[in-house]
């Protein structure tokens, strides 16, 4: 199993930014995909996730009005729009696959999104 993240880099506060993750080696639609983010020196914190049949869809406080999660079923991949970009949202962002019927759970390498001006 693979996920990939890609769209990370700097963007100025207030700026937007989308990073996607390419799933393979898994059934995309039998798993739930999320978003992590881990800050220098801060924990892992869950940012935001969608359901395997993509109808729930759950957003951190902190993000809310900001960020919006998609797949793409077609492409085996889903999409974290950030909007808004402010210097807390800086951390490296990591992808997920949880699926609640196999017990597994996957994890991408992250990618670094920095806000700054």
């Known amino acids: 199993v693979q996920l990939v993240e890609s769209g990370g880099g700097l963007v100025q506060p207030g700026g937007s930014l989308g990073l996607s993750c390419v799933a393979s080696?898994?059934?995309?639609?039998?798993?739930?995909m999320n978003w992590f983010r881990q800050g220098l020196g801060t924990e892992r914190e869950f940012v935001a996730g969608?359901?395997?049949?993509?109808?729930?869809?759950s957003r951190a406080e902190s993000v809310k009005g900001r960020f919006t999660i998609s797949v793409d079923n077609g492409e085996n991949a889903v999409v974290l729009q950030m909007n808004t970009l402010q210097p807390e949202d800086t951390a490296v962002y990591y992808c997920?696959?949880?699926?609640?019927?196999?017990?597994?759970?996957?994890w991408g390498k992250g990618t670094l999104v920095t806000v700054s001006s």
């Open positions: 997920n696959a949880k699926s609640g019927y196999y017990g597994t759970n996957y």
């Open positions: 080696g898994l059934n995309f639609r039998e798993y739930g």
């Open positions: 969608i359901s395997s049949d993509g109808i729930g869809i």
